[in-house]
């Protein structure tokens, strides 16, 4: 926590969680955050006086890993943002909004340093007039 402006009087603060375990060929990880960040409430351009001069981030993701054979593995991910709160002017986002994708994976491993992914993305938003987005990715992977 802390103050962002020059006066040193607008506060953000931060908290987070972090979780992860491993059982057997299932990992599991998952972290959450949130940041609470006043507003100036002397800006220029707001429509009306703000009554809560603070908006609110979260995010977070969830993941499993299953490891089906020694050289693949399926991965599932759900992870996302969501604002709350006054929208600074000229932005297109509601006080509610928010983008939240799901994911599905495969990594099949050709020797220990060297993988294909590919993945499925499901998008989608609330708060804002973007469409539903599916989105498809194919790598390369190389570790040592």
């Known amino acids: 926590a802390g103050t ?3 006066a040193d009087k607008l506060l953000s603060m931060m908290a987070g969680l972090e979780l992860y375990f ?3 060929p299932v990992t599991f ?7 609470r960040t006043d ?3 002397n800006a220029v351009g707001y429509k009306y006086v703000l009554v809560d001069a603070w908006f609110l981030k979260l995010g977070w993701y969830a993941e499993v ?3 089906l054979h020694r050289r693949f ?5 759900s992870d996302g943002v969501h ?3 006054e929208p600074i002017p000229g932005s297109d986002l509601s006080p509610s909004s928010g983008a939240q994708r799901q994911t599905v994976s495969g990594l099949f491993r050709f020797t220990e340093n060297i993988a294909a ?9 609330t708060g804002v007039d973007y469409t539903v987005r599916h989105v498809g990715r194919v790598a390369v992977v190389v570790s040592y």
């Open 39 to 41: 507003l100036d409430p």
């Open 83 to 85: 604002r709350l709160g």
């Open 73 to 77: 593995t399926l991965g599932l991910r």
């Open 4 to 6: 962002y402006d020059a």
């Open 117 to 125: 992914k590919a993945g499925y993305e499901l998008w989608t938003f």
């Open 29 to 35: 990880r998952a972290e959450a955050l949130g940041r």
């Open 22 to 24: 491993r059982a057997g």
């Open 65 to 67: 890993d299953l490891e």
